[in-house]
């Protein structure tokens, strides 16, 4: 019987530590005059290993995603007689709870709005112009870098 309490005891602590690496998604799904939307579903697809979880949103337009692995995820909101809307590369960290809130457009479900987490690209050009005042017909020459 004592084998038993300890075994259940490391198997207890096991599965607490197990659970508080993992972090969740909530938020609402809402339509253009921020209505609820029910029943609404919203998937999560990890990106890394292309495991997809799925959620149904409440009467209040609520959803719930725990005990999910970190990971950078791709999350979709779809509803009928809305747009599905997209968001990418959204990052979930250790025991983080992360809110990932949707309003839907009013459309097809086969039309998609798609917003990116990532950071846009910046392309810098810089130049170089001579200091020397130019002759009133000529243009300062510059050096493109």
Known sequence: MRYKNTFLLVLGVSIVFAQGE??????????????????????????GTNAETVA?????????MPYLPPG????????????????????LGVAQTLTVDFTLEVGQITDQVTVSAETPLLETIWLMCKTEKPSPTEAA?????
């Open 56 to 64: 149904q949103t409440t009467s209040a337009g609520v959803y719930a």
């Open 22 to 47: 993992r972090g969740q998604f909530n938020g609402t799904v809402m339509d253009p005059s921020a209505s609820a939307i029910p029943a609404a579903t919203v998937r999560a697809i990890n990106t």
């Open 141 to 145: 020459p510059c050096l493109n870098l």
């Open 72 to 91: 950078t995820y791709r999350l979709t909101a779809t509803g009928p007689r809305f747009k599905t809307a997209v968001r990418e590369n959204v990052t």
